[in-house]
C-alpha cells in the first residue's frame, strides 16, 4: 500500500485521516494481476491489449492447456487502489490510467469548447476503460443484436448472444435472479450501488407521477427508468482485470506483460506472424503460431490496423504505409454523445459528501454510503422511440456533480464555464444528461502520423445527421418536466439561473434553446464502436467477417467494441465483455487439446 502514490490521484479524500485505514480496507480485493517478468519469443495466441475485452480473451484461451497465450497491454501503471471506489470513477480521468485523447475539432457543435474539441476519456491498463467507466450494467436492447444479424453478422442476434451476457454475469440481487434474464457464477460481479440516496426516490417517485415504470431494463423491456445495478464487487469496482485476469495469473501458459507498447502487426504476405513493440526502453518482435488478436479498443485498434497496412488504400498511401490490406478500417464510427441541463439541489456539495469521515467510515464499515455509489448517479432512463416497438432513443442520467466535472472534464472555454457555472462552482450541483441512443451520424478514426506514439485523428463527427440532435432535445424536455415536478421540487431543484438567460429572450421556444446548447457543448459517454465492422465478408463496408477474422488475411482477428455494426442502445462495456466471450468460444472451437486418455 502506497499512500504517496494513491495521494498523486487528486480526490476529496486526499487529507482525510481515514486514508489509509480505507486503503487498508480496498486491498482486501487485488484490481490486478501479477505479471510476467519476461516472455518468450513465440505464442500460440498474442492479444494485443488488455481491457476490457483483451482481458477477456487472454483467460478463455489459456483455459487450454496446450496453448500459449501472450497478453500485451501498453498501460504499464498499476491503477490505484482508490480506483475501486465507485463513487471516484471521475477522478482517474486525465491521469495516467488515462490515453488523455481529444477529437478533432467538431464541424456541428463544440461552440462553447475549447478548439471544438471533446475529452476523450479511454483506459490505459490492464481492464482498459473497466478501470474508470461509471460501471453501469447495461446489456442493450433485444433489437441491437438482431439488427446486427440482419446486417449480415450472422450467429449475433439476441438469442444467440444472450447466453454469453448471462456467462460473464454473477447477479448477487435475488430480485433480478428471479426475472429470468440474469445469472450467477460468472467472472462478473453484478450488484446494486448501496447507496440509496433520498434523490433516488424522489426521481422514481417523479418518474412513475409522468407514467413511466420503473424497472430492469435488462429484461424482458427497455423502456423505462432502470433501477440500475453495476459491475460492483462487495462495492468494489470489479473490472475486467480483477474478474478474469488475477484469478488464472498463475497459469503458466499464459504471460501477461504490461507496458508494452505495440507499433505494428507483422506480416508474411497475407498472413500475420507476430508483433513488434516496445517494452522497458527495447524494441521486441514476438511471433504467433496461431493467431494475432487485436483488442485495443475502437481508436487503438484502429489505428494499430492502419499502421500496420490494413486500412483505407488511399489514406495509407498518402502516409507511404506499405497497403497489405485495402480494407474499411477507421469508418462506421459510432458513439453516443449527450448534453445537460443544470440544477442547484439541497444537498451537502458532491466534494463534502465524498469527504466527510461519517461516510467514509460508513464505507470502510459496511461498503455503503455515497462513496459506494456509481459516480453519483441516482438513476437512469431509457425512453423514446416508439413505445410500442420498446426501441428506446435516448438514455438519461441524474447525477450529482462537482466543480472538477465542469471546469477539467467537459473542455468548456473559460468564459463559457464562467458565465454559466461559476455562480454555483462550490455549491452542490445536480444534473439531468440526455444522450442519444441510436446515431445516423458517421465519424472516422484516421492516422495522424507513421509514429505509433501520435494519437490519432479521432472525428466522431456529431450531428452531421440532423436527426440525431432530436432524440437529445426529446430528452432534455423529459428533464425538465422531472425538474419541475413536485418529488423533485421537495429537493429544492432549480434550474440554474445563469443558463444564457440574455439568450433565451430571443428563442421562440424551448426546443431550440435546447438545439442550442447541444451545439455548445456535448461530453462522449466513451461508447464508441464500429471502426472494424463486423458482418457479411462480400459487404465492402465490413473489415471482420461474423468469425471475426480480418477479411483476407490469415491469423489475424479482431476482438472489442470496434468489431460491433451497431452502437447498443445502451452503455457499451458490459456488450464489449460479452462480444469477447462469445468470440472466445469461437477460436476455441478451432483448437483440440488431447486429454491423458487420448494419449
Same mark, same amino acid.
Given at each position: ?108 457543435? $463544440? =461552440?462553447?469548447?475549447?478548439? +471544438?474539441?471533446? &475529452? ?5 491498463? !490492464? %481492464?482498459?476503460?473497466? /478501470? ?61 450501488? $448501496? =447507496?440509496?440516496?433520498?434523490? +433516488?426516490?424522489? &426521481? ?5 407521477? !409522468? %407514467?413511466?415504470?420503473? /424497472? ?62 516496445? =517494452? ?82 460508513? =464505507? ?236
Amino acid at each position: 500500500m502506497d499512500i504517496l502514490a494513491e495521494s498523486a490521484y487528486h480526490t476529496p479524500l486526499n487529507n482525510s485521516p481515514l486514508l489509509p485505514l480505507l486503503l487498508l480496507s480496498l486491498a482486501t480485493q487485488r484490481n490486478y494481476p501479477i505479471q510476467s517478468s519476461s516472455f518468450k519469443k513465440e505464442y500460440d495466441y498474442i492479444v494485443v491489449g488488455g481491457g476490457s475485452a483483451g482481458s477477456v480473451v487472454a483467460s478463455r484461451l489459456s483455459e487450454e492447456p496446450c496453448v500459449s497465450v501472450l497478453l500485451l497491454e501498453a498501460g504499464a501503471k498499476k491503477p490505484p487502489l482508490l480506483s475501486d471506489i465507485p463513487g471516484l470513477a471521475r477522478f482517474t480521468w486525465n491521469t495516467d490510467i488515462d490515453w488523455q485523447f481529444k477529437t478533432v475539432p467538431q464541424k456541428h457543435t $463544440g =461552440y462553447g469548447l475549447v478548439n +471544438k474539441q471533446v &475529452i476523450w476519456p479511454s483506459g490505459k491498463g !490492464l %481492464g482498459g476503460s473497466s /478501470l474508470m467507466n461509471a460501471m453501469l450494467y447495461v446489456r442493450g436492447n433485444h433489437k441491437d443484436y438482431d439488427n446486427w444479424a440482419a446486417q449480415g453478422a450472422k450467429g449475433w442476434s439476441y438469442k444467440d448472444v444472450l447466453p454469453y451476457f448471462l456467462k460473464l454475469e454473477d447477479n448477487r440481487n435475488i430480485e433480478f435472479l428471479e426475472n429470468g434474464y440474469h445469472a450467477s457464477g460468472g467472472p462478473i460481479t453484478v450488484e446494486k450501488p $448501496g =447507496y440509496n440516496s433520498e434523490i +433516488k426516490t424522489r &426521481i422514481h417517485e417523479a418518474a412513475q407521477q !409522468l %407514467g413511466y415504470k420503473v /424497472l430492469d431494463s435488462n429484461g424482458a423491456r427497455q423502456t423505462g427508468f432502470y433501477d440500475h445495478q453495476a459491475n460492483i464487487r462487495n462495492g468494489q469496482r470489479c473490472n475486467t482485470a480483477k474478474a478474469y485476469l488475477v484469478p488464472v495469473e498463475n497459469r503458466t501458459n499464459l504471460d501477461i506483460v504490461g507496458g508494452a507498447h505495440v507499433k505494428k502487426i507483422l506480416f508474411d504476405g497475407s498472413r500475420a506472424f507476430g508483433v513488434q513493440f516496445d =517494452y522497458q526502453n527495447s524494441e521486441h518482435i514476438v511471433k504467433a503460431r496461431r493467431e494475432v488478436i487485436m483488442s485495443a479498443g475502437t481508436t487503438n485498434t484502429a489505428q494499430l490496423l492502419m499502421l500496420s497496412g490494413i486500412g483505407p488504400r488511399e489514406h495509407l498511401e498518402k502516409l507511404k504505409i506499405p497497403v497489405i490490406k485495402d480494407l474499411p478500417v477507421g469508418n462506421n464510427f459510432q458513439d453516443h454523445c449527450a448534453t445537460f441541463l443544470p440544477f442547484v439541489i439541497n444537498q451537502k456539495p458532491l466534494n463534502e459528501k465524498i469527504k466527510d469521515p461519517q461516510n467514509i467510515r460508513e =464505507y470502510i464499515d459496511s461498503r455503503r454510503g455515497p462513496l459506494s455509489s456509481t459516480e453519483f448517479i441516482s438513476s437512469m432512463a431509457f425512453l423514446g422511440g416508439q413505445e410500442e416497438e420498446d426501441f428506446p432513443d435516448h438514455e438519461l442520467y441524474f447525477a450529482e456533480i462537482n466543480k472538477l466535472i465542469l471546469k477539467e472534464q467537459i473542455g468548456l472555454k473559460p468564459i463559457i464555464y464562467k458565465l454559466l457555472f461559476g455562480l454555483y462552482a462550490n455549491g452542490p450541483m445536480f444534473i439531468c444528461l440526455s444522450q442519444l441512443l441510436h446515431p445516423k451520424s458517421r465519424g472516422t478514426v484516421r492516422l495522424q502520423s507513421t509514429n505509433p506514439y501520435d494519437p490519432p485523428l479521432i472525428d466522431p463527427n456529431y450531428f452531421d445527421h440532423p436527426e440525431d440532435i432530436e432524440a437529445i432535445v426529446k430528452g432534455l424536455r423529459t428533464c425538465r418536466k422531472m425538474g419541475s415536478s413536485k418529488p423533485m421540487k421537495k429537493l429544492g431543484l432549480k434550474p440554474f439561473a445563469t443558463v444564457l438567460p440574455w439568450f433565451t429572450k430571443f428563442i421562440p421556444n424551448l426546443d431550440y434553446y435546447y438545439k442550442f446548447i447541444a451545439r455548445l457543448a456535448v461530453i462522449t459517454l466513451s461508447h464508441q464502436v464500429g471502426t472494424a465492422k463486423m458482418g457479411d465478408p462480400a459487404d465492402p463496408t465490413t473489415v471482420v467477417d461474423p468469425q471475426l477474422k480480418v477479411k483476407g488475411i490469415q491469423g489475424l482477428r479482431v476482438v472489442d467494441a470496434s468489431v460491433m455494426p451497431l452502437v447498443p442502445s445502451g452503455n457499451t462495456n458490459i456488450p464489449t465483455i460479452m462480444v469477447a466471450e462469445k468470440a472466445s468460444d469461437i477460436i476455441k472451437k478451432s483448437i483440440s487439446c488431447k486429454s491423458k486418455a487420448d494419449i
